[in-house]
């Protein structure tokens, strides 16, 4: 456990010293920029569009950061044969696993919530009032950015980046659009087409359901059991996705 | 029986390489044993598996078959608290520091605080880092990350210490530190394998020799008992040779001015010396050769051939 | 042999997780879909920006944008079964959708169908397909569609029946419309207020159709005018009664007995159809009424059930 920690924590710092955290400042900015511009540019609403882009940029940018840095956890410590020195040691593959997961989750978390007070800001300037109901799409969002995390690292353990980042962009982007797809397949009589649509949901991550974002902006109610049981679907995904790579990477030679 | 520091018994390991999975026997059922105590010289030419020996040993690579033991016990992540290892050109996280490195690889280790903060300045005195402790290994050379991968190695006083070619990049002054290093351990005690294709090191330090090729273990060398071994053929240096003579065949070595000789025995030595007197030359220098690590490693590898 | 435990499990312990971690999620899963989301996918579409500034946004994406919001559109006004057709959402999206993707020929005729289904949107429908008319590639295969429906609007609900005539041989000068248009153009310009004129268009649009809610209207609205063609059948049947007998028929099979009708048509809908004063049928089904002005004039007709015959 405590080495799991150690390695959690140099991760964490891998991250910092890497200047990940610039991509921070291209999020206030980005953000800041696109509120103003598209505040002006819509009648009335203003702090609901600055709303809508934040959510969005949280997501957007955690979910980059999460597949460009979440690919190369794994495949990047075999390239670079910095792994040797590391697995040498009385550590367990599980443990390395799990700390650089860790490691990278507490990264994602920590950007996520300088995130956050960077939205609140605007909305506090903006509104004179926080916000703090949009946690309940935030935390969501920090879900989905495990989930998507949990699957570069999957994909890390046995490809290279680039191909891992691909696949984890379609998990990604499928993830998002397997209901839709589902219900538009739904109306039409293709017994075929609704069999892949059907395996499709159910093998793909549901991302969809970590949405709460335009129910939460527009102040409608959501209701707990929905929230709880969209949570831990989304944890229980993410252990899933997390002992997988672990069986894959315990097998596999560091060559 | 005792058990030995390191034991190797009949492991094999095939690569699968390529997208048809081609094959490629890396280790064919070697064994090996490294005693308490003792520093093994691991030889044999590149590629001859020296490296998968090594990682099949940590667990990096995981063996078709054979069994590997440390002190008796499973050669797993139990086992590894009581090794060293310092892969060939070691890579480390190059946003640490020289020191966070080694504390870092000290709480890998389930070294304590103050444990560590007493070893790593020994450490870096021993390896002769302690004026770039602090600098980043972004900026280290070669070298110095060879000193870094060592003094890791040695982090938490290992008993056994497993080295892939220390040597390499290593300045003359390094190498000679790297061996005092290697030897001081043998003093406290430690047990050592480390490979090397530097023969002249592994006969200076090394108790016995193992060649290796082609996955498997070809020969076990007491280097010891070599040194103290008969002398191997006599050398002789003339300025030249007397017209139509025999001894074409025992040039070893030819300049301008001087021309070196190999023969087996003495007697024939003294002959040589006599042919190349009579006919006006003068002879340079003679004297006996003891055999060798590398007459031992040529040697095997002709016989392979 | 503890050992060897260790390793096994060790070896087994993440396929059983994951067994788990799957049965779990796969239940949830489930769990979650029962509970329908009240929310509307497109709660949010009227603060979409303008079609035009998306555009820019879109990064020369924007035909895949525009299929992207075109799917999600599908799917959420299929999952709402009913379409709203007060509804602005489909209107902004479609305009959105159309301008990011102008060549992209079916939203035009999903919207112009939609809209066209009220006399209150069908300024709407116009608009879209006029848009679509100018925009969509000749050679794409659907194109006659949107001229068609225009023809349709024009004809059903702004009774502009040159119009509607003009717009149906624009439909019938592409090979990929069908044989009948042309005779229909005639008969637009001929007998512009037959009912029946309507029967072709909205089979098309049940052809096209693909919610089950939408086909059942679509019947509906195809079985309604065939009452108001029966009935129209009817009262020529029954002026013809009257000048050769001088009185009205008390009940409908006394056209038939004085070989003025061949047979009683059937009534769609499963009822009947009764006199209810002197000269005047009903069907006992209740009818919508189709802004049709069917009683201004009568004319005769190629229905197959119903022969008007010249009395002996
Ligand atoms: N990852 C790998 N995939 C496939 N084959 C490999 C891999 N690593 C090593 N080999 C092969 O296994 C054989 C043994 O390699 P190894 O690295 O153990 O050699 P070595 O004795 O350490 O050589 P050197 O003296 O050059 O370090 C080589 O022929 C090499 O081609
Ligand atoms: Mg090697």
Known sequence: MKKIAVLALNTFRESIRDKIFYSLLAFAVLMLGFSLILGNLTIGDEIKIIKDFGLAAISLFGVLIAIFVGISLVYKEMEKRTIYVILANPISRYQFVLGKYLGLSFTLMVEVVVMTAGLFVLCYLKQQLIPWELFMAIVPICFELQLILAVALLFSTFVSPFLSGMLTLAVFIIGHLTLDFKVLVASLDNPALKKTADVLYYSFPNLETLNFKARVVHGIDIPWTEFIFSLSYAATYTIMILALSLYIFNKRDIR | ?305 | MYLQIRKNFFSIAPIVLIILCYSVVFGLQKHIDKTPKKTPIFSDISYLPNGTFLKGLALSYDEALADLLWIKAIGFFGSQGVIDKKNEKLHVLINIVTTLDPLFQYPYEFAGIVFSDDSKTVDRSIEILEKGIANVPHKDRRYWYLPFFMAYNYMHHKEDYLMAAKYLEIAASFPQSPPYLPLLVSRLYANSQDPELALPFLQEMLASADTPERIAELDKRIKDIKIKQHISVFNTAIKKFHEYTGRYPTDLKELVGANILKSLPIEPYGGEYKIIKKGIVQSTSDVDDLNLHLDKKTQETDQPLIFLEEPK
Request: glycine content about 8%.
């Open chain 2, 1 to 305: 029986m005792s058990t030995a520091a390191i034991s190797i018994s009949g492991v094999s390991k095939t690569y699968r390489t390529g997208f048809w999975g081609k094959k490629f026997v890396a280790l064919d059922a070697l064994s090996l044993s490294v005693e308490k105590g003792e520093i093994l010289g691991y030889l044999g030419p590149n590629g001859a598996g020296k490296t998968t020996t090594f990682k099949v040993l940590l667990d990096l690579i995981r063996p078709d078959s054979g069994t590997l033991s440390i002190f008796g016990d499973p050669a797993d992540q139990k086992a590894r608290e009581r090794v060293g290892y310092l892969p060939e050109n070691p890579y480390f996280y190059m946003y640490l520091t020289a020191e966070e490195t080694l504390h870092f690889h000290g709480r890998l280790r389930g070294m304590k605080g103050e444990a560590r903060k007493k070893r790593i300045p020994e450490l870096l005195h021993l390896v002769g880092l302690e004026h770039a402790k602090s600098r980043s290994l972004k900026k280290f050379s070669r070298g110095m990350l060879q000193r870094i991968g060592i003094a890791q190695a040695l982090v938490n006083n290992p008993d056994i210490l497993i080295l892939d070619e220390p040597m390499s990049g290593l300045d003359p002054n390094g190498r000679k530190q790297m061996r005092d290093i290697i030897l001081g351990c043998r003093d406290q005690g430690k047990t050592v394998i480390f490979s090397s294709h530097i023969l002249s090191d592994v006969e200076i330090m090394c108790d016995r020799a193992a060649i290796i090729r082609q996955g498997k273990l070809q020969e076990i060398v007491q280097v010891s008992e070599m040194l103290d071994n008969k002398v191997a053929h006599w050398e002789i240096t003339c300025s030249s040779l007397p017209e139509n003579s025999p001894y074409e065949d025992c040039i070893v070595h030819k300049t301008k001015n001087q021309i070196l000789l190999k023969t087996n025995g003495e007697v024939e030595a003294k002959k040589m010396i006599q042919k190349i007197e009579e006919s006006g030359g003068r002879v340079l220098s003679f004297g006996p050769q003891r055999v060798n690590l590398e007459e031992f490693y040529n040697q095997s590898g002709k016989e392979e051939k």
